[in-house]
């Protein structure tokens, strides 16, 4: 499909394990961004690559979470010993560029993360 | 699929008339905001955007309003439709060059026919 796509749409998984979320932008966008969207709640920003760099990671919430994005393209978001605070929606959105005004966010589905 | 928006605030119209979302946004400089809808199940979906040096922008049976002096943004749907119930977030952004946004809480809107 031509939209962002996130593998996988749902995970469960225990308090203490460590979990990957994937994360295929648009072709040729070289923005990507990670929010966390929890029940009844609004998106919440994590981090930003432009291109391969994170250039802002300030919304990761602690040292548990980390992002990749080694081409440019795909961005793995990592998260070690899980809690069952982390449960929520982690999206994934990528725009064509950086520009205020420029770069409309397109959003994935997310991956609903369940954390027992 | 998990509900987005299970306690948020609802606006219940009847299909045709029109709807207005309000949201208060929480940066003076923020200089950019975006409305975006989110279906049960789904990523949120860009509607409109205005800057702030605009105090209104309309689109497709959409116009956004804002009001910088009191930090107000509204979202007017004309003639609303079933198509259109889902949560509503408005968001902003003060960062500059990207997209690092701020959402509102949402509103859910209702369409009854």
């Known amino acids: 499909g031509a939209g962002v796509s996130q593998t996988p749409s749902n995970k469960v998984t225990e308090k203490g394990k460590y979990v990957e979320l994937r994360c295929d932008p648009i072709?040729?966008?070289?923005?990507l961004y990670w929010y966390r969207q929890s029940l009844g709640q609004g998106p919440e920003f994590l981090i930003y690559?432009?291109?391969?760099?994170?250039?802002?990671d300030s919304g990761l919430p602690n040292d548990r979470f980390f992002a990749v994005r080694p081409e440019g393209s795909v961005s793995t978001l990592k998260i070690q010993r899980t809690e069952r605070g982390d449960s929520a929606v982690y999206l994934c959105a990528s725009s064509l560029q950086q520009g205020l005004g420029t770069g409309e966010l397109f959003f994935g589905e997310g991956s609903r993360l369940t954390v027992l | 699929g998990e509900s987005v928006g299970l306690h948020l605030p609802t606006l219940s119209v009847q299909e045709g008339d029109n709807s207005i979302i309000n949201c208060a946004y929480s940066n003076s400089a923020s200089d950019y905001f975006i409305w975006y809808k989110q279906e049960s199940g789904k990523g949120p979906q860009f509607i409109i955007d205005?800057?702030?040096?605009?105090d209104k922008r309309q689109g497709q049976r959409v116009t956004v309003l804002l009001n910088k002096t009191v930090k107000h943004l509204s979202l007017q749907i004309a003639a609303t439709q079933p198509g259109d119930s889902a949560v509503y977030f408005c968001a902003e952004n003060f960062s500059g060059g990207y997209n690092k946004l701020i959402f509102g809480a949402g509103t859910r809107l209702a369409v009854h026919p």
């Open positions: 690559f432009q291109g391969t760099g994170a250039a802002d």
């Open positions: 072709s040729g966008h070289t923005a």
């Open positions: 205005i800057r702030s040096n605009m």
